[in-house]
């Protein structure tokens, strides 16, 4: 059963870069086309917003009210992947969890997530 | 983008009685509607996708229909575990792929 895991920094100062990486357990993130790996996040009391997106043939798709100050990435050997969000503020604080989103026609659901990392931008 | 709106925002139920949750688009989803069930300090769980298809394992209380702009999560009989917040999420047209604001089931 595939499983996600965040880490990272929980505190990031203003204008500088929040970095945090999704370990996926169990199987290749790259040797399907059925999926692909994404970014999420929830701020405090609040509900959720997709970031961005990564496909094993190294496409991303990224939300266009982020898109200027995001990069998604990953490690095919160490079968992770990573964000990295630049210039942040408070308002970046939140919950970040990684998903695995099943990818094709009348698909899209983000199944399973990672327990998700609280970051606070202070 | 399509907006997805959910109401209400906040549901008080008693266990065992029925809870009816609404989702609703900004333009037609078609059957591309997933809902996902939240706990405090846990991530969203996957309950149902396509409108109706309910994931292996979750408990048959939980259906949903629904095409188009309206969809509706339906939870027969409410039980202890399911006091939670549950989102809607549209993925026919992204990206992005939106979530509504989410519906708090409570006692």
């Known amino acids: 059963q595939v499983q996600l895991q965040e880490s990272g920094p929980g505190l990031v100062k203003p204008s500088e870069t929040l970095s945090l990486t999704c370990t996926v357990s169990v199987g290749s993130i790259w040797n399907s086309n059925t999926y692909s790996w994404d970014w999420l996040r929830q701020p405090p009391g609040k509900g959720l917003e997709w970031i961005g997106s990564i496909y094993y043939t190294g496409k991303f798709y990224y939300s266009p009210s982020q898109k200027s100050r995001v990069t998604i990435s990953a490690d095919t050997s160490k079968n992770q992947f990573s964000l990295k969000l630049i210039s942040v503020t408070a308002a970046d604080t939140a919950v970040y969890y990684c998903?695995?989103?099943?990818?094709?026609?009348?698909?899209?659901?983000?199944?399973?997530w990672g327990p998700g990392t609280l970051v606070t931008v202070s | 983008e399509i907006v997805m709106t959910q109401s209400p925002a906040t549901l008080s139920v008693s266990p065992g009685e029925r809870a009816t949750l609404s989702c609703r688009a900004s333009q037609s989803v078609s059957s591309n509607l997933a809902w996902y069930q939240q706990k405090p300090g846990q991530a969203p769980r996957l309950l149902i996708y396509g409108a109706y298809n309910r994931v292996t394992g979750i408990p048959a209380r939980f259906s949903g229909s629904g095409s188009g702009t309206e969809f509706t999560l339906t939870i027969s009989s409410l039980q202890s575990e399911d006091f939670a917040v549950y989102y809607c999420q549209q993925y026919n047209d992204w990206p992005p792929w939106t979530f509504g604001q989410g519906t708090k089931v409570e006692i």
């Open positions: 998903a695995r989103r099943t990818d094709g026609s009348q698909r899209g659901w983000f199944d399973p």
